[in-house]
């Protein structure tokens, strides 16, 4: 959605909060995770008091217009955890993949699926005429992020603030493993960023959400390729291929997550990829490896288990490599 002026943006806004306060409830008790939440030179709570009406609770708005925009569209769950993934895990989480140039981040391969860029964009603009200056992109995505996972019965989990913007995205940077990497490979780029076995599957996990591509999977339904996969769910072949023929180049996409819908969070995934219907070659090989196998088995078995995690590993990306204090800056 394009916004064609800050008025435009408010005037949706005024409409969401006159439906009330949005609830955004969530399923895990967060109260150890908040005592036990390492700094990073962010904290909870950081917008407290900084605005010029010292009273306004400008992360609790940003919070009801996220909600209100979910609400209108459920499908921006998948879309903000890829954003922040995206983001985060190229030059930390510093809003450079929404830097707009020739060359910039969002420019990669890899991120042209990306979007709500516009959305965040009004967003900013009208955060802007309540509290200038103040608010970093940066931070409006992890918000988003905490907010929508909330909102579609995902973790529920404290969401540190005081992220600045960074200035520098190169879309040379932007490098990503790939869909078809091993668990090995995929565990490395992980290991890298300071996550465990554990939070490397429930972050992966969230493709309980999402779509892919036949680009992204193609190869694993035919003879004669590398990443042909024989024993593949039979049933699961015959829908992908008719969706992605052999030989030709196709735009469809699918849900990563054939058991459930592409808007709740849920353990459906786990179960899909132990049935041998995972849509991803990453997704399918975390059933099948000696380590992640049963960790697959425990998260498919207990939701709670899953959520504590990704909890955990939420936070954790959501510090990964912060400028914070007179490093970077804060866009307007």
């Known amino acids: 959605m394009r916004f064609a002026s800050v008025e435009s943006f408010a005037l949706l806004v005024g409409v969401i909060l006159a439906m009330g306060q949005v609830g955004v409830m969530g399923l895990i008790d967060t109260s150890e995770l908040t005592n036990k939440l390492p700094s990073y030179g962010l904290q909870v709570g950081f917008y407290n008091g900084k605005c010029p009406n010292k009273t306004i609770d400008i992360q609790g708005i940003i919070e009801n217009i ?3 925009h979910y609400d209108n569209d459920p499908t921006t769950l998948p879309a903000f955890l890829r954003m922040q993934f995206h983001d985060c895990f190229v030059r930390g989480c510093d809003a450079s993949i929404l830097i ?3 060359t910039s981040e969002r420019k990669a391969a890899a991120n042209a699926g990306v979007r709500e860029y516009d959305f965040l964009d009004g967003l900013k603009a009208y955060v802007e005429t309540i509290c200038p200056h103040t608010v970093s992109c940066a931070d409006l995505i992890v918000i988003a992020t905490a907010t ?3 909102r579609g ?3 529920d989990y404290p969401v540190q603030t005081g992220r600045r913007d960074g200035q520098q995205s190169n879309v040379e940077d932007v490098k990503l493993p790939s869909p078809s990497v091993s668990v090995e490979q995929s565990y490395e780029f ?4 300071g996550f465990s076995w554990e939070e490397m599957v429930a972050l992966i996990g969230c493709h309980t959400v999402g779509i892919a591509h036949c680009g992204t999977f193609q190869s694993r339904l035919y003879p004669g390729n590398a990443e ?3 024993i593949m769910d039979p049933v699961l072949r015959w829908q992908l291929s008719d969706k992605c023929p052999q030989y030709q180049s196709s735009t469809e996409a699918v849900l990563l997550d054939q058991g459930s819908s592409n808007d709740q969070f849920d353990v459906s995934f786990f179960h899909q990829i132990l049935k041998q219907r995972g849509v991803l070659t990453i997704d399918q090989a975390l059933a099948r490896h000696i380590i992640t196998a049963p960790i697959v088995h425990k998260f498919a078995n207990e939701f709670g288990a899953f959520n504590t995690i990704l909890a955990q590993a ?3 990306m959501q510090a990964v490599d912060v400028l914070t204090g007179l490093q970077g800056n804060i866009r307007k």
Request: aromatic share 10%; charged share 35%.
């Open 66 to 68: 996220v909600a209100g």
């Open 100 to 102: 707009d140039e020739s």
């Open 148 to 150: 929508v996972l909330k």
């Open 153 to 155: 019965k995902g973790a």
């Open 190 to 193: 992980f290991k890298a960023k």
């Open 228 to 230: 042909y996969d024989p």
């Open 314 to 316: 939420m936070v954790k």
